[in-house]
């Protein structure tokens, strides 16, 4: 049975030599098997986490008027508030049961202290992150950190409603795909629903486990390290129990490279396989995903 490893990070942060190697040897081992991982100690205070979470319910308690004021308009901004079902990450399935806020750093100071605060955090630890990759693959420590250190990563604020009505036939919260950065932090509340699609194409729980942060690697990490490290296949089921009626929250931060850094095979990744991946910009890589997604949505 494929279980999602928990890791301390502190060994890492704080450890000598031999506690840092065990930790980046757990990360890749991660990384390699299934995808995610979920990191204890991660330095984001509980209490600025929960003031994100008090401020994303505050939004999403709006009227829909509202927050259709500030609805996500394009790709290359891919900013602002997607409605319900806007988004359709599965194509094959209905529209998906959720709503979302994205913003981006500038979008962040504009709406409150603590979100600024969040996402400066949220930074820190995908940086330290990343520096663990970096070491886990025979890189320069500072290899990743120094491709995206423009920043250009994606706070998003989410919300499953409860149902008032029954679902469509096939249709659930969010749609099975894969994300399309480098990493991805999430935080979810105790509503369970996140599934993972393990190699072997068995379905997994990954429910919150407290204090602790999921992370997971995306699609250009996955094309930067020749498939060394996998960008795994989840979504967002609807339970089957009475927490049916209960909303869920989650906060997800999308790591993303730097616009113009190529997406090229790492040469400590070509050990066992030629490139799979032809070279590809992140923005451009980035832009074809978004494209995809708000194209197969319904209206």
């Not at 259709?68 to 359709?88: H, P």
């Not at 990563?153 to 469509?168: A, I, N, W």
Request: charged fraction near 20%.
């Amino acid at each position: 049975m494929v279980t999602i490893p928990v890791i301390n990070l502190t060994a890492f942060t704080n450890g000598n030599t031999i506690t840092r190697q065990i930790v980046i040897k757990q990360i890749y081992q991660a990384c390699h098997e299934i995808g995610f991982m979920y990191l204890q100690n991660s330095g984001i205070s509980k209490d600025l986490i929960k003031q994100v979470f008090t401020q994303s319910k505050s939004f999403f308690n709006l009227p829909l008027e509202v927050k259709q004021n500030q609805a996500w308009s394009d790709e290359f901004t891919n900013t602002g508030y997607v409605g319900l079902e806007r988004e359709r990450l599965d194509p094959n399935k209905p529209g998906d049961l959720k709503e979302a806020l994205n913003l981006e750093k500038q979008e962040a100071v504009d709406i409150d202290a603590s979100i600024v605060a969040f996402y400066d955090s949220c930074t820190e630890l995908a940086n330290t992150v990343l520096q663990a990759f970096a070491l886990a693959l025979e890189l320069p420590e500072d290899f990743f950190i120094t491709r995206h250190n423009q920043q250009n990563h994606t706070l998003r604020l989410l919300h499953y409603p409860s149902l008032q009505t029954p679902p469509k036939p096939r249709q659930v919260r969010a749609g099975e795909h894969s994300d399309y950065g480098s990493i991805t932090l999430l935080f979810q509340d105790d509503v369970e629903g996140l599934e993972v699609k393990t190699a072997s194409g068995e379905w997994i729980a990954a429910p919150a486990i407290p204090d602790t942060v999921v992370v997971n690697t995306g699609d250009l990490m996955q094309r930067w390290t020749n498939d060394v490290f996998c960008s795994t296949k989840h979504r967002v089921m609807i339970p089957s129990d009475h927490r049916v009626n209960q909303s869920r929250y989650s906060i997800a931060f999308f790591c993303h490279p730097n616009d113009d850094t190529e997406i090229a095979c790492l040469e400590s990744c070509q050990k066992e396989q030629s490139p799979i991946y032809p070279p590809i910009l992140a923005r451009e890589y980035l832009l074809s995903r978004l494209q995809a997604t708000y194209t197969n949505s319904l209206p």
